[in-house]
T-cell receptor
Framework: DSGVTQTPKHLITATGQRVTLRCSPRSGDLSVYWYQQSLDQGLQFLIQYYNGEERAKGNILERFSAQQFPDLHSELNLSSLELGDSALYFC???????????????FGSGTRLTVV | DAKTTQPPSMDCAEGRAANLPCNHSTISGNEYVYWYRQIHSQGPQYIIHGLKNNETNEMASLIITEDRKSSTLILPHATLRDTAVYYCIVRVGTQGGSEKLVFGKGTKLTVNP
Protein backbone atom coordinates (compact mmCIF):
# COMPACT_ATOMS: atom_id res chain seq x y z
CA ASP A 1 0.00 0.00 0.00
CA SER A 2 1.60 3.24 -1.18
CA GLY A 3 -0.59 5.45 0.98
CA VAL A 4 -2.31 7.00 -2.05
CA THR A 5 -5.84 5.64 -2.41
CA GLN A 6 -7.72 5.67 -5.67
CA THR A 7 -11.33 4.64 -6.15
CA PRO A 8 -12.84 2.91 -7.94
CA LYS A 9 -10.26 0.43 -9.18
CA HIS A 10 -12.28 -0.45 -12.25
CA LEU A 11 -14.98 1.44 -14.07
CA ILE A 12 -16.93 0.46 -17.15
CA THR A 13 -19.23 3.01 -18.70
CA ALA A 14 -20.84 3.92 -22.00
CA THR A 15 -19.86 6.61 -24.45
CA GLY A 16 -21.31 10.01 -23.66
CA GLN A 17 -21.44 9.36 -19.95
CA ARG A 18 -19.70 11.20 -17.11
CA VAL A 19 -17.59 9.63 -14.37
CA THR A 20 -15.72 10.82 -11.30
CA LEU A 21 -12.45 9.35 -10.15
CA ARG A 22 -11.34 9.92 -6.60
CA CYS A 23 -7.91 10.18 -5.03
CA SER A 24 -6.86 10.47 -1.40
CA PRO A 25 -3.23 11.58 -1.12
CA ARG A 26 -0.69 10.23 1.31
CA SER A 27 -1.01 11.79 4.75
CA GLY A 28 0.84 15.10 4.87
CA ASP A 29 1.15 15.50 1.10
CA LEU A 30 -0.24 18.77 -0.20
CA SER A 31 0.12 18.20 -3.94
CA VAL A 32 -1.93 15.88 -6.09
CA TYR A 33 -1.15 15.01 -9.70
CA TRP A 34 -3.27 13.20 -12.24
CA TYR A 35 -1.86 11.10 -15.07
CA GLN A 36 -3.48 9.20 -17.90
CA GLN A 37 -1.90 6.06 -19.34
CA SER A 38 -3.26 4.57 -22.51
CA LEU A 39 -1.65 1.82 -24.57
CA ASP A 40 -0.36 4.06 -27.30
CA GLN A 41 0.43 7.24 -25.36
CA GLY A 42 2.31 6.22 -22.26
CA LEU A 43 1.97 8.23 -19.06
CA GLN A 44 0.56 11.67 -19.81
CA PHE A 45 0.48 14.41 -17.19
CA LEU A 46 -2.98 15.95 -16.87
CA ILE A 47 -3.05 18.37 -13.97
CA GLN A 48 -1.57 19.26 -10.59
CA TYR A 49 -3.20 20.75 -7.52
CA TYR A 50 -1.37 22.17 -4.55
CA ASN A 51 -3.30 22.75 -1.33
CA GLY A 52 -6.55 23.27 -3.19
CA GLU A 53 -5.23 25.41 -6.01
CA GLU A 54 -4.53 24.40 -9.59
CA ARG A 55 -0.78 24.64 -10.07
CA ALA A 56 0.13 23.07 -13.40
CA LYS A 57 -1.77 21.84 -16.40
CA GLY A 58 -0.80 19.34 -19.05
CA ASN A 59 -2.67 18.15 -22.11
CA ILE A 60 -5.95 17.84 -20.28
CA LEU A 61 -9.03 17.85 -22.49
CA GLU A 62 -11.74 20.45 -21.95
CA ARG A 63 -14.13 17.57 -21.23
CA PHE A 64 -12.00 16.73 -18.20
CA SER A 65 -11.84 18.73 -15.00
CA ALA A 66 -10.44 18.26 -11.54
CA GLN A 67 -10.49 19.81 -8.13
CA GLN A 68 -8.84 19.40 -4.76
CA PHE A 69 -10.96 19.74 -1.67
CA PRO A 70 -10.11 21.26 1.75
CA ASP A 71 -9.33 17.80 3.11
CA LEU A 72 -6.84 17.50 0.20
CA HIS A 73 -8.57 14.65 -1.59
CA SER A 74 -8.99 15.21 -5.30
CA GLU A 75 -11.51 14.26 -7.92
CA LEU A 76 -11.05 13.96 -11.67
CA ASN A 77 -14.25 14.41 -13.64
CA LEU A 78 -14.46 12.99 -17.14
CA SER A 79 -17.49 13.90 -19.22
CA SER A 80 -18.89 13.15 -22.69
CA LEU A 81 -16.74 10.05 -22.64
CA GLU A 82 -15.36 8.64 -25.85
CA LEU A 83 -13.89 5.24 -26.63
CA GLY A 84 -10.45 6.82 -26.72
CA ASP A 85 -10.73 7.85 -23.09
CA SER A 86 -10.31 4.23 -22.05
CA ALA A 87 -7.12 4.19 -20.06
CA LEU A 88 -5.51 3.82 -16.68
CA TYR A 89 -5.78 6.99 -14.62
CA PHE A 90 -3.18 7.43 -11.92
CA CYS A 91 -3.10 9.85 -9.07
CA UNK A 92 0.14 10.75 -7.33
CA UNK A 93 0.92 12.91 -4.35
CA UNK A 94 3.98 14.64 -3.01
CA UNK A 95 5.01 16.89 -0.19
CA UNK A 96 5.41 19.80 -2.51
CA UNK A 97 6.05 23.22 -1.12
CA UNK A 98 5.44 26.48 -2.88
CA UNK A 99 9.04 26.35 -4.07
CA UNK A 100 9.10 22.79 -5.30
CA UNK A 101 9.13 19.23 -4.10
CA UNK A 102 11.82 17.69 -1.99
CA UNK A 103 11.45 14.09 -3.02
CA UNK A 104 9.60 11.71 -5.24
CA UNK A 105 5.97 11.29 -6.06
CA UNK A 106 3.94 8.45 -4.59
CA PHE A 107 1.51 6.92 -7.04
CA GLY A 108 -1.73 5.16 -6.36
CA SER A 109 -2.67 1.87 -7.97
CA GLY A 110 -4.84 3.57 -10.55
CA THR A 111 -8.38 3.43 -11.90
CA ARG A 112 -8.90 1.41 -15.05
CA LEU A 113 -11.58 3.11 -17.11
CA THR A 114 -13.21 1.25 -19.96
CA VAL A 115 -15.58 3.14 -22.23
CA VAL A 116 -17.82 0.92 -24.33
CA ASP B 1 11.39 20.82 -21.25
CA ALA B 2 14.55 18.80 -20.92
CA LYS B 3 14.14 15.50 -22.73
CA THR B 4 15.60 12.12 -21.93
CA THR B 5 16.69 9.28 -24.17
CA GLN B 6 16.68 5.68 -23.00
CA PRO B 7 17.15 2.38 -24.81
CA PRO B 8 13.74 0.77 -25.40
CA SER B 9 14.72 -2.56 -23.87
CA MET B 10 17.46 -4.35 -21.95
CA ASP B 11 18.05 -7.80 -20.55
CA CYS B 12 19.88 -8.79 -17.41
CA ALA B 13 20.66 -12.10 -15.74
CA GLU B 14 19.26 -12.66 -12.28
CA GLY B 15 21.80 -11.82 -9.60
CA ARG B 16 23.86 -9.60 -11.86
CA ALA B 17 23.96 -5.83 -11.82
CA ALA B 18 21.59 -4.04 -14.15
CA ASN B 19 22.93 -0.77 -15.53
CA LEU B 20 20.29 1.40 -17.18
CA PRO B 21 21.57 4.42 -19.10
CA CYS B 22 19.83 7.71 -19.73
CA ASN B 23 20.86 10.72 -21.79
CA HIS B 24 19.61 14.18 -20.84
CA SER B 25 21.92 16.51 -22.71
CA THR B 26 19.64 19.58 -22.42
CA ILE B 27 19.26 19.40 -18.65
CA SER B 28 19.35 22.72 -16.83
CA GLY B 29 21.51 23.43 -13.83
CA ASN B 30 18.66 23.27 -11.32
CA GLU B 31 16.87 20.24 -12.73
CA TYR B 32 16.97 16.93 -10.93
CA VAL B 33 17.12 13.49 -12.50
CA TYR B 34 14.47 11.11 -11.22
CA TRP B 35 14.07 7.39 -11.79
CA TYR B 36 10.81 5.53 -11.52
CA ARG B 37 9.73 2.06 -12.49
CA GLN B 38 6.40 0.55 -13.41
CA ILE B 39 5.76 -3.12 -12.91
CA HIS B 40 3.10 -4.30 -15.35
CA SER B 41 0.13 -1.93 -14.94
CA GLN B 42 0.81 -0.94 -11.36
CA GLY B 43 1.36 2.66 -10.37
CA PRO B 44 4.89 3.92 -11.03
CA GLN B 45 7.25 3.50 -8.10
CA TYR B 46 9.82 6.09 -7.11
CA ILE B 47 13.37 4.71 -7.05
CA ILE B 48 15.86 7.51 -6.60
CA HIS B 49 16.72 11.04 -7.65
CA GLY B 50 19.78 13.27 -7.77
CA LEU B 51 21.11 16.64 -8.84
CA LYS B 52 24.82 16.19 -9.52
CA ASN B 53 26.26 13.91 -6.89
CA ASN B 54 25.99 10.17 -7.00
CA GLU B 55 23.21 8.82 -4.84
CA THR B 56 22.50 5.45 -3.26
CA ASN B 57 19.56 4.07 -1.38
CA GLU B 58 18.23 0.65 -0.49
CA MET B 59 16.90 0.09 -3.99
CA ALA B 60 19.56 1.40 -6.34
CA SER B 61 22.46 3.70 -7.09
CA LEU B 62 22.39 6.70 -9.38
CA ILE B 63 25.53 7.79 -11.16
CA ILE B 64 25.39 11.21 -12.83
CA THR B 65 28.22 12.30 -15.12
CA GLU B 66 30.15 15.42 -14.22
CA ASP B 67 28.64 17.39 -17.12
CA ARG B 68 25.19 16.09 -16.05
CA LYS B 69 24.33 15.15 -19.60
CA SER B 70 23.77 11.50 -18.77
CA SER B 71 23.14 9.19 -15.86
CA THR B 72 23.05 5.49 -15.05
CA LEU B 73 20.71 3.68 -12.71
CA ILE B 74 22.33 0.63 -11.14
CA LEU B 75 20.39 -2.23 -9.61
CA PRO B 76 23.24 -4.07 -7.90
CA HIS B 77 21.71 -7.55 -7.74
CA ALA B 78 18.76 -7.80 -10.09
CA THR B 79 15.94 -10.19 -9.25
CA LEU B 80 13.00 -11.39 -11.31
CA ARG B 81 10.83 -8.90 -9.44
CA ASP B 82 12.88 -6.08 -10.94
CA THR B 83 11.41 -6.80 -14.37
CA ALA B 84 9.64 -3.54 -15.19
CA VAL B 85 9.68 -0.42 -17.33
CA TYR B 86 12.20 2.05 -15.95
CA TYR B 87 11.69 5.75 -16.55
CA CYS B 88 14.38 8.37 -16.39
CA ILE B 89 12.82 11.80 -15.89
CA VAL B 90 14.14 15.30 -15.62
CA ARG B 91 11.99 17.24 -13.25
CA VAL B 92 10.28 20.11 -14.98
CA GLY B 93 9.32 23.10 -12.94
CA THR B 94 6.79 25.65 -14.08
CA GLN B 95 5.83 29.06 -12.81
CA GLY B 96 4.85 29.48 -9.22
CA GLY B 97 6.80 26.50 -7.95
CA SER B 98 4.56 23.98 -9.61
CA GLU B 99 6.04 20.71 -10.65
CA LYS B 100 5.26 18.03 -13.12
CA LEU B 101 7.09 14.88 -14.07
CA VAL B 102 7.11 14.18 -17.79
CA PHE B 103 7.42 10.47 -18.54
CA GLY B 104 9.00 9.20 -21.74
CA LYS B 105 8.76 5.67 -23.06
CA GLY B 106 11.31 4.27 -20.64
CA THR B 107 13.40 1.11 -20.81
CA LYS B 108 11.76 -2.28 -20.55
CA LEU B 109 14.13 -4.28 -18.33
CA THR B 110 13.71 -8.03 -18.39
CA VAL B 111 15.55 -9.99 -15.72
CA ASN B 112 16.10 -13.56 -16.85
CA PRO B 113 16.58 -16.56 -14.54
Amino acid sequence: DSGVTQTPKHLITATGQRVTLRCSPRSGDLSVYWYQQSLDQGLQFLIQYYNGEERAKGNILERFSAQQFPDLHSELNLSSLELGDSALYFCASSFATRWGISGGYTFGSGTRLTVV
Amino acid sequence: DAKTTQPPSMDCAEGRAANLPCNHSTISGNEYVYWYRQIHSQGPQYIIHGLKNNETNEMASLIITEDRKSSTLILPHATLRDTAVYYCIVRVGTQGGSEKLVFGKGTKLTVNP
